[in-house]
C-alpha cells in the first residue's frame, strides 16, 4: 500500500468521504407541510373528544351504568390523547435532548407501543367473549324461546368475529413490529 | 409556505458536508443515505425555530443529526441490508470523480475511506456516536454534551475505539 496512505489519520480518512448538496427550497417545503401536518393531527387529537363536551353542554338524561361508561370511556380518552399528543411532540421536538437520553426515551416508546398493542390484542378476543356471553345471559334470563334466541346469538357472535378478527391479527402484527424495533435498538445500543 | 428559520441556510450551507458525513455513519446504501440526509435537514429546520444559543449551532445540529439517525435505525428493521452492494456502488462513484490523483491512488483511498465506514457501521451506537464526533474535530467536552456521557468516558471510549478502528483497517 502506498506510504502515504498508510500513514493517514484517520481523521484523514473521514474528511475525504464523498458529500452531497440538498435543495433548500425543497427542504423549507417538506419541513412547512410536516409542521402543518402535526398541527393538524394534534387539533384532530383533541377534538376526539369533544362529543363528550354533548354530554355537558345539553342535559342529557343517563342511567347512572351509562353516566360511569361514559366517564371511563372519557377518561381513557383523555389519557390517550395525551400519550398521542406526547408522541407528536417528541417526533417533533425530541430531537434537542442528548442522545443517550434519546436513544432511551425511543426505545421506552417502542416498548410501549408494544404494550398497547398487546393490550389491544386481548381486548379484541376479550370483548367477543363477553358480549357473547353477555348476551347468552340475557336469552337466559328473559327466557325466550329456545331457536330466535340461538339464531341472535348466532348473529352477534358473527359480527363481532368479523370486527374482533383484523382488529386482532392488526394489533399481533403492530406488536411484533414494535417488540423487533425495540430489541434491535436495544442490540444496537448494548 | 411558512418561513425558514433565520440561521437556516447559512447552517446547511456552512454544515451540509458535515451532515451528510453523520447519515453515512448510519446508512451504507447510497439512496437511503440521500433520504436520511434530507430528513436530518428537515429535522433541523424544525429544531432551528427553537433555538435559543444555549449550545454552539454545530453542536445543536449535530446533536439533532444523530438523533434523527437513531430514529432511522428503527427503520432498518426488516430491510435488507445490501452493504456489499451498496458498498461496491459507491467505490465505484468515488473512484471516478477525481482526475487529480493517479487512478490507483484514488481507489486505494476510497477504499480506506469505505474500510473506516465499514468498521464504524459496525459499532454499537454509542461508540459510533463518540468516534464520528471526533474525527469530526469535535473536543471532549462537546462530544459530552451531546452524548450525555462524561468527559473522562468520552476519552476512554475515543482511545479504545481508535485502535479497534485501525487494526480493522490494516487487517481488511
Same mark, same amino acid.
Given at each position: 500500500m502506498n506510504k502515504k496512505l498508510k500513514n493517514d489519520s484517520l481523521e484523514n480518512i473521514w474528511q475525504q468521504q464523498a458529500t452531497h448538496e440538498i435543495d433548500l427550497d425543497d427542504i423549507a417545503k417538506l419541513a412547512s407541510s410536516l409542521q402543518r401536518k402535526q398541527r393538524f393531527y394534534i387539533a384532530l387529537d383533541i377534538l376526539s373528544l369533544s362529543p363528550f363536551a354533548l354530554l355537558f353542554l345539553f342535559d342529557i338524561q343517563l342511567s347512572f351504568a351509562m353516566k360511569l361508561f361514559f366517564t371511563c370511556l372519557f377518561v381513557s380518552g383523555l389519557v390517550t390523547v395525551f400519550y398521542f399528543i406526547k408522541l407528536r411532540w417528541?417526533?417533533?421536538?425530541?430531537?434537542?435532548?442528548? /442522545?443517550?437520553?434519546?436513544?432511551?426515551?425511543?426505545?421506552?416508546?417502542?416498548?410501549?407501543?408494544?404494550?398497547? %398493542?398487546?393490550?389491544?390484542?386481548?381486548? &379484541?378476543?376479550?370483548?367477543?367473549?363477553i358480549c357473547i356471553g353477555a348476551a347468552t345471559i340475557f336469552q337466559i334470563v328473559d327466557d325466550v324461546e329456545f331457536t330466535p334466541a340461538i339464531?341472535?346469538? &348466532?348473529?352477534?357472535?358473527?359480527?363481532?368475529?368479523?370486527? %374482533? /378478527?383484523?382488529?386482532?391479527?392488526?394489533?399481533?402484527k403492530r406488536q411484533m413490529h414494535f417488540q423487533t424495533k425495540a430489541e434491535y435498538l436495544k442490540n444496537n445500543l448494548e | 409556505m411558512s418561513?425558514?428559520?433565520?440561521?437556516?441556510?447559512?447552517?446547511?450551507?456552512?454544515?451540509?458536508?458535515?451532515?451528510?458525513?453523520?447519515?453515512?455513519?448510519y446508512e451504507a446504501n447510497t439512496s437511503i443515505q440521500q433520504e436520511l440526509f434530507q430528513e436530518i435537514c428537515v429535522s433541523i429546520w424544525l429544531a432551528l425555530k427553537t433555538y435559543k444559543g444555549e449550545a454552539s449551532v454545530k453542536t445543536f445540529i449535530l446533536k439533532v443529526a444523530h438523533n434523527r439517525c437513531v430514529t432511522h435505525i428503527g427503520k432498518e428493521v426488516g430491510r435488507f441490508k445490501s452493504h456489499e452492494a451498496a458498498d461496491a456502488a459507491s467505490l465505484a462513484d468515488q473512484s471516478l470523480f477525481s482526475e487529480k490523483l493517479s487512478l490507483e491512488n484514488e481507489i486505494e483511498?476510497?477504499?480506506?475511506?469505505?474500510?473506516?465506514?465499514?468498521?464504524?457501521?459496525?459499532?454499537?451506537?454509542?461508540?459510533?456516536?463518540?468516534?464520528?464526533l471526533s474525527l469530526e474535530g469535535l473536543r471532549y467536552e462537546d462530544i459530552s454534551e451531546i452524548c450525555g456521557i462524561s468527559v473522562s468516558n468520552v476519552g476512554v471510549t475515543i482511545k479504545r475505539v481508535k485502535e479497534q478502528l485501525r487494526n480493522e483497517i490494516d487487517h481488511e
Open positions: 417528541l417526533a417533533a421536538f425530541g430531537d434537542m435532548a442528548n /442522545t443517550s437520553n434519546f436513544a432511551l426515551s425511543l426505545l421506552r416508546q417502542y416498548q410501549n407501543n408494544a404494550r398497547i %398493542a398487546k393490550i389491544n390484542k386481548h381486548l &379484541g378476543w376479550l370483548s367477543v367473549v339464531k341472535k346469538l &348466532g348473529i352477534i357472535s358473527f359480527i363481532m368475529l368479523v370486527v %374482533a /378478527t383484523p382488529w386482532c391479527l392488526w394489533a399481533h | 418561513q425558514s428559520p433565520p440561521l437556516f441556510e447559512s447552517v446547511i450551507k456552512q454544515y451540509s458536508p458535515l451532515l451528510f458525513r453523520v447519515a453515512s455513519t483511498r476510497s477504499q480506506k475511506v469505505q474500510q473506516l465506514l465499514n468498521a464504524i457501521r459496525r459499532l454499537k451506537l454509542p461508540a459510533r456516536q463518540v468516534i464520528s
